[in-house]
Structure formats: structure tokens, C-alpha cells
């Protein structure tokens, strides 16, 4: 899976929530659960563990490049406690 992001948000990230995208990461190697979808920009909600195993939403865009698509992060947080039912209910 090809993932980009922009390196002064996840630099704010990491400052504010303790967390980037590059913790965010891992949730693709384990299992996570697609809570949201948007098609205008093609766009979902992501619930599951990164790095530390910190369940978290990362809300992801779908963009297309000359090497096709890839998907955009563009914010995550700790998961909130209707995130974590939905997240357990889930999987």
C-alpha cells in the first residue's frame, strides 16, 4: 500500500497527541475496522492499533498520482469510547 502525508502536520501530530502517521502504520498490518466513508473527496475513518498499541481513527483520503493511487493521511487521534464499541464491535 502506497500512503504519503504532510510532514508538518504529522511533526504537529506527534507534539499535540503524541502520535503520527508513522505510528499509524502499523493498524495496516493488523486489523482494523473502516467506520466512515465519503466519496467527495474519496475519503474513510480507519479504527485500529498503532505503533504502542494505541487504538486510533485516522481518517485517510484516497488520491491518484502519475503511479496511480495511494492513500493521503490526513489527521488521526486516540480513539474516543464510542470509537473503541465500534472498533470492538467490529472485528
Do not use: H
Not at 508513522?22 to 473527496?41: C, G, S
Not at 474513510?44 to 492499533?49: D, H, N, P, Q
Amino acid at each position: 500500500m502506497k500512503v504519503s502525508w504532510d510532514s508538518a502536520k504529522n511533526d504537529l501530530l506527534k507534539r499535540t497527541r503524541g502520535i503520527d502517521f508513522n505510528d499509524a502504520l502499523e493498524m495496516f498490518r493488523r486489523t482494523y475496522v473502516v467506520q466512515a466513508k465519503n466519496d467527495n473527496p474519496e475519503q474513510y475513518k480507519a479504527i485500529g492499533f498503532a505503533k504502542g498499541g494505541v487504538l486510533i481513527s485516522l481518517i485517510v483520503e484516497v488520491r491518484y498520482d502519475d503511479q496511480g493511487e495511494y492513500e493521503w493521511f490526513v489527521t488521526l487521534w486516540k480513539a474516543t469510547k464510542d470509537e473503541v464499541k465500534i472498533y470492538e464491535k467490529g472485528v
